[in-house]
């Protein structure tokens, strides 16, 4: 096995995985229809929708082409005979974490946004938000952010990994 190979293996049981947390996350929208909450199933569907689409998608994608993934990442012609370079390695698993709290930084985010709407629709004479879902969005933002300077600057990072193995 070569690192493209390893790589496209990862890829494809990285993809299983956020389908899975995908479908396991639906059951946790519809609680919002019970009375006294006033959001309607179309709503509750479009919600779940925009959380949960974009890490489903990207796990489909993951599933279905992981050779096309791996092959944006790890660059270089295939190797058998050599012995295994880790670097490509690191630079998908990188990657693919960087992937991760994207696609679970979206789902927070529109999870915060559900909280923030049905905080106002509960109490729509105030204006406060609570700090616990302040603080969620504060954390949401900054997965994104970790996740996108994973994704973006990956080959920097394994560099810099390199350079403290020295």
Do not use: H
Not at 15 to 26: D, E, R, W
Not at 46 to 53: F, R, S
Not at 132 to 145: H, K, N, V, Y
Request: hydrophobic share 50%; aromatic share 6%.
């Amino acid at each position: 096995m070569d690192t493209r190979s390893i790589g496209a293996l990862i890829i494809k049981t990285t993809g299983l995985v956020m389908i899975v947390l995908s479908v396991i996350q639906i059951p946790g929208y519809f609680p919002l229809t019970s009375r006294g909450y006033g959001f309607s199933v179309g709503e509750i569907l479009g919600a779940a929708a925009i959380g949960l689409g974009p890490l489903a998608l990207i796990g489909l994608l993951f599933w279905f082409f992981p050779g096309t993934v791996t092959n944006r990442i790890v660059s270089g012609p295939p190797t058998s005979d050599s012995p295994i370079d880790l670097r490509p390695l690191e630079l998908v698993a990188l990657t693919v974490l960087g992937v991760y709290l994207i696609a679970e930084g979206l789902i927070g985010a529109a999870r915060g946004a559900v909280l923030v709407m049905f905080v106002s629709r509960q109490n729509p004479g105030s204006e406060l938000i609570p700090a616990s879902i302040i603080a969620s969005l504060g954390a949401t933002a900054a997965e994104l952010l970790i996740g996108a300077i994973l994704c973006v600057g990956s080959r920097g990072i394994s560099n810099a990994i390199e350079r403290l193995r020295r």
